[in-house]
């Protein structure tokens, strides 16, 4: 297993849209290894491949408490979403530092491969829920922040760059 480098906003990479994954073999089981390594140690509770610059639809989430129930999502497709909606605060691995309201819905039904490469239909609400949108829109190629305001966007991206300088900064 081996830590992977995590984009950060505004890497224009982010904004690839991810290609399906042909083959769940030993090298996407590598990916979901890593990628689940990744995210614990950066405690998170998602990771899309996009986010790791690996262009594919590729998602693990764990939102339990003991993180100890690793999800995998590969090619997923959001076959229901419920009428309703609800606006939850999300922040997000590739922003670091940032957290605001989008609004999401309450309830959904995915469609995906396992990490074994088996069909699953999952539904989910709450935190799963939101935590699965999320990760699906990295790999249509879209942050979080693409739901705020042109104002709050552009001050998050002045805010990431200053960031991303200060720490080449401080390597130098």
């Known amino acids: 297993m081996a830590l992977l480098p995590i984009l950060c906003y505004p890497d224009p990479k982010l904004h690839k849209v991810a290609k399906p994954v042909q083959a769940v073999d030993a090298r996407v089981h590598q990916l979901v290894?890593?990628?689940?390594?990744?995210?614990?140690?950066?405690?998170?509770?998602?990771?899309?491949?996009?986010?790791?610059?690996?262009h594919e639809?590729?998602?693990?989430?764990?939102?339990?408490?003991?993180?100890?129930?690793?999800?995998?999502?590969?090619?997923?497709?959001?076959v229901?979403?419920?009428p309703e909606t609800h606006l939850n605060e999300e922040g997000c691995l590739s922003v670091p530092g940032i957290y605001d309201g989008v609004q999401r819905f309450d309830a959904i039904k995915v469609t995906a491969l396992d990490g074994a490469g088996k069909s699953r239909t999952l539904e989910a609400d709450g935190m799963l829920a939101v935590c699965i949108q999320h990760e699906m829109d990295h790999l249509l190629g879209k942050v979080f922040v693409e739901y705020l305001s042109p104002l709050k966007r552009n001050r998050i991206k002045t805010k990431m760059l200053k960031a991303q300088r200060e720490e080449r900064d401080d390597k130098d």
């Open 33 to 54: 290894s890593d990628m689940l390594e990744t995210m614990y140690e950066a405690k998170g509770i998602g990771l899309a491949a996009t986010q790791v610059d690996v």
């Open 80 to 82: 229901w979403t419920s």
């Open 57 to 78: 639809r590729l998602i693990v989430i764990d939102v339990s408490e003991d993180r100890q129930q690793p999800l995998v999502l590969i090619n997923p497709a959001l």
